[in-house]
T-cell receptor, first 111, second 116 residues
C-alpha cells in the first residue's frame, strides 16, 4: 500500500475550518484515500473516503487533487471535540484489504 | 451505522497469565477482521488479519504463538495474549469491514491491557 505524509500537528481556532493536508504521491490507480481520526484512548473513527472525486458527508469534505498525489480533509466548522489525531491512509478497497496507519496529524482546536 | 464491539474494555492481569479479548461485529458479517496494537503516543500497528474459518495472517515480527487469534464465526474474532508480560501492556484494537462493502473499516472501542 502507498505511504502517506502528514504534518505532525496543526492548530485551528474553534468555529473555523480545519484543513488537513496529506501527500500520497505513490498512490496507485485503484487505491482509495481514507481518513480516520482517533480521540484519546478510543478506537479510530471513520470520517470519509474517496477514489478520484471530491466527497462530502455530514462530518467533512475530502478534496483529492486531479493527479491524486495529495488530498485535503476539511472540517468546515471545527469544535473542541474535533481535537484528535487524524490519519490519512491509502489502500485498495475490499473486505480483506488492511489499513496501515502512519503517524497522523494531531489537530488541536483552540477556544 | 455498523458497529464493532470489544470486550473487555480494560483488563489487569498478573505476569504469566493469559488474557482473551473478544471482537464482535454487531450488525454485519465479517469474514475478515484486523487486530492492532497501540503503545502510548504511538500510532496503531497492525498485528494480524483474522480470517473466518482459517488461520490468521500475522504481520512481520508478531509472534503467532504469543498472540493467538481465532475467528470461529462471521461475527466473532478473539485475540488471546498468552503468558502475558509487562511489555505486552498496550491498547489492543480490532476492526472489521462488512464483507459486502468496499468502504469504511469499523473499529472497536479498544481494550487496554495492563500486565503487572
Amino acid at each position: 500500500d502507498a505511504k502517506t505524509t502528514q504534518p505532525t500537528s496543526m492548530d485551528c481556532a474553534e468555529g473555523r475550518a480545519a484543513n488537513l493536508p496529506c501527500n500520497h504521491s505513490t498512490i496507485s490507480g485503484n487505491e482509495y484515500v481514507y481518513w480516520y481520526r482517533q480521540i484519546h484512548s478510543q478506537g479510530p473513527q471513520y470520517i470519509i473516503h474517496g477514489l478520484k472525486n471530491n466527497e462530502t458527508n455530514e462530518m467533512a469534505s475530502l478534496i483529492i487533487t486531479e493527479d491524486r498525489k495529495s488530498s485535503t480533509l476539511i472540517l468546515p466548522h471545527a469544535t473542541l471535540r474535533d481535537t484528535a489525531v487524524y490519519y490519512c491512509i491509502v489502500s485498495h478497497g475490499g473486505a480483506t484489504n488492511k489499513l496501515i496507519f502512519g503517524t497522523g496529524t494531531l489537530l488541536a482546536v483552540q477556544p | 451505522g455498523a458497529v464493532v464491539s470489544q470486550h473487555p474494555s480494560w483488563v489487569i492481569c498478573k505476569s504469566g497469565t493469559s488474557v482473551k479479548i473478544e471482537c464482535r461485529s454487531l450488525d454485519f458479517q465479517a469474514t475478515t477482521m484486523f487486530w492492532y496494537r497501540q503503545f502510548p503516543k504511538q500510532s496503531l500497528m497492525l498485528m494480524a488479519t483474522s480470517n473466518e474459518g482459517s488461520k490468521a495472517t500475522y504481520e512481520q515480527g508478531v509472534e503467532k504463538d504469543k498472540f493467538l487469534i481465532n475467528h470461529a464465526s462471521l461475527t466473532l474474532s478473539t485475540l488471546t495474549v498468552t503468558s502475558a508480560h509487562p511489555e505486552d501492556s498496550s491498547f489492543y484494537i480490532c476492526s472489521a469491514r462488512d464483507y459486502t462493502n468496499t468502504g469504511e473499516l469499523f473499529f472497536g472501542e479498544g481494550s487496554r491491557l495492563t500486565v503487572l
